[in-house]
């Protein structure tokens, strides 16, 4: 007689705010490894609430449970479910700035060993460590993790805690390409585990790892009935090429809007001052070294980006790229100790942090990870325009006006009044995504940008990107680890060496 791990049967949420358009059902079976699918928003994390029993049932609706061979009943216990918001253990987003100013005393924060526990060793706490590099972050201070390394810390201790059933939300996202391969690897030789079972969800619909053996899709608030993996991509590639022949429509007439919209005075919104400098260095590092203690970040490094120019800047997690985004957005301190000019002003020469920041659009997963305020999204946005953390500057209606422009060239025109922390995740990037085109900046510096958006919505805001940077006088650096996010307007690569 077949296992049923996990049944879920016409489930609805008590709490209307969290509640899924229709009753839905799931009969998990013993042995299988599921990828629950769907686009932003569609409530793949919602149904994971039920799932998890985080979210009380309403009615008859009903959930049961067979943990079995584990002895232990309890559903905490047995399901580990992993957001990788990749928050550091605490929701103060003062984690953001002591990470990028080093304010904190390492002494009061912890470390990455204390967060482990006590482990034992086995073939399993080996096999992580060795992957994921643990032994050389086990002193590091939890704050100082680049976004790939903390990913890789959660899966460590998760795993270490031997569940029976770990649910990861979009693992992948995040990791450069040779950690995403091991990472694989590793979820493959787990799968073939006695009494282990891997529930993905994930946004990137035509990604689906070769060891899941069903998926259940999630359109509209609705499951749909559960389907093998092979049936699944055969009815994905049909449908998707059917869906990009419409988007095609639609992207031409955003890339006319982008197009249309008037041209920056670059010389004047400089400055007189600065004019001599208008075609010439936004950018410049002359032998530029950053150290946190007796970790080297960045060494002796050479870079000018001019006018214009679109770079690509890529490494290994770890490599730097987030420090040396960080000395360009003026949110680094060592910055004064260093020859760095930005925009053909030395820093440090009396130019404030607010000076630099105005002609900067920026968005990364460590600015969403820190970005809590639970305004209305058009007033997220609307905070890009003094780039203050919340809304302290009412902008005028015309401002608005702009706000709710670059919302509906991001697809979440209508979610302006929702307020930002209801939203989805991938929601909540393209709300900031259109925060960071709002002042219409003319460096645009983009550290993975398509993070956690569905397959659809890489491609708009690709396409949105492209269309940006074929404007006159814009300045984009952009971060991914994946090269097929790249637009095709990119004119120069970076590579950061990881510094051991």
């Known amino acids: ?25 799931l009969d998990l079976l013993d042995g299988e490894h599921l990828a629950i699918m769907g686009p932003n928003a569609a409530g793949k994390s919602l149904l994971v609430d039920m799932l998890t029993g985080k979210a009380a049932l309403l009615g008859a609706g009903r959930i049961k449970y067979d943990f079995r061979p584990s002895p232990a009943p309890e559903v905490y216990k047995n399901i580990k479910y992993i957001t990788f918001r990749d928050t550091y253990g605490s929701t103060d987003t003062n984690y953001y700035y002591q990470m990028r100013w080093n304010t904190t005393d390492h002494d009061e924060v912890p470390v990455v060993r204390q967060l482990l526990g006590d482990y034992e060793e086995s073939p399993l706490q080996r ?41 990861m939300d979009n693992p992948f996202i995040g990791l450069d390409a040779a950690t995403r391969t091991q990472l694989d690897e590793l979820l493959t030789e787990l799968s073939h585990m006695e009494g282990l079972q891997i529930i993905l969800v994930l946004s990137m619909l035509d990604q689906v790892p070769a060891f899941i053996t069903h998926v ?23 449908r998707d090429r059917l869906h990009r022949e419409k988007e095609e429509i639609v992207y031409k007439e955003l890339q006319q809007k982008i197009k249309a919209l008037p041209v920056r005075d670059s010389a004047a919104s400089m400055g007189n001052a600065q004019c001599s400098m208008i075609d010439d260095e936004i950018v410049r590092l002359n032998k530029v070294s950053i150290r946190y203690e007796e970790r080297t970040i960045l060494k002796a490094l050479d870079w000018a980006v001019k006018r214009g120019e679109k770079w690509a800047l890529s490494g290994a997690n770890g490599s730097g790229k987030s420090t040396l985004l960080s000395l360009i957005c003026a949110d680094n301190p060592q910055s004064y100790a260093c020859d760095i000019s930005l925009f053909g002003r030395k820093r440090g020469t009396g130019e404030s942090i607010w000076d630099i920041k105005k002609h900067i659009g920026y968005v990364s997963p460590e600015m969403h990870r820190a970005y809590l305020k639970n305004l209305p999204s058009v007033e997220i946005v609307a905070s890009g325009l003094h780039d203050t953390i919340g809304l302290y500057v009412k902008p005028k209606p015309e401002q608005f006006a702009i706000c709710r422009w670059w919302m509906d060239i991001f697809g979440v025109g209508h979610l302006m009044e929702r307020p930002f922390l209801r939203l989805s995740s991938g929601e909540q990037r393209l709300v900031l995504l259109a925060r960071a085109f709002v002042k219409d900046p003319e460096l645009l510096i983009l550290d993975e940008p398509l993070h956690g958006l569905d397959t659809y919505n890489r491609r708009r805001v690709k396409r949105i990107i492209e269309a940006f940077c074929r404007r006159p006088d814009k300045t984009m650096i952009m971060v991914t680890h994946y090269a097929e996010e790249l637009p095709c307007t990119i004119t120069h690569h970076l590579h950061l060496e990881k510094i051991e």
């Open 216 to 238: 259940l899709p999630v359109i509209g608030g609705k499951a749909m009935p559960k389907i093998t993996r092979e049936a699944y991509l055969r009815h994905y590639a049909q």
């Open 127 to 167: 096999q992580l460590f060795d992957l994921f590099h643990i032994d050389v972050m086990l002193d590091k201070p939890i704050i100082t993790l680049s976004s790939g390394e903390m990913r890789k810390f959660q899966l460590t201790k998760i795993l270490l805690t031997q569940p029976r059933i770990v649910i």
């Open 1 to 25: 007689m077949d296992q049923h791990t996990i049944q879920l049967t016409e489930a609805l949420a008590r709490n209307p705010e969290v509640r899924l358009a229709v009753p839905n059902s």
